[in-house]
């Protein structure tokens, strides 16, 4: 089968609700209608990492912005970010469409 050549990354809880601070999330699983629509589009899906989730863990309350600014949580978005930027390279460098 011939590949689409073209990948969609998608925010972590677009895909995974679950992982949303308790009580924000706003559906049981995925967001059912964008993951129709991505599996429509004959893209390949590429999960972005949650940095909420790696950082503070499952169990977590919700926080304000000024709670979320630190050195340490910046850090680790900056880690992911190099990382994402490094996949999408690698998409790209092999002739894929993101």
């Known amino acids: ?43 390949g899906i590429h999960q972005l990492p949650c940095p909420e989730f790696r950082f503070f863990g499952l169990k977590r309350n919700p926080m304000t912005k000024y709670e979320y600014n630190t050195n340490d949580f910046r850090k680790i978005n900056k880690k992911l970010a190099l990382d994402t930027a490094g996949v999408m390279k690698e998409y790209i460098d092999n002739g894929y469409e993101i």
């Not at 998608?10 to 699983?29: D, F, H, K, T, W």
């Open 1 to 43: 089968m011939e590949r689409s050549k073209k990948i969609i990354f998608v925010s972590y809880c677009i895909l995974n609700q679950n992982s949303v601070a308790y009580p924000l999330a706003r559906a049981n699983g995925p967001y059912s209608d964008i993951i129709t629509e991505l599996l429509n589009s004959g893209s």
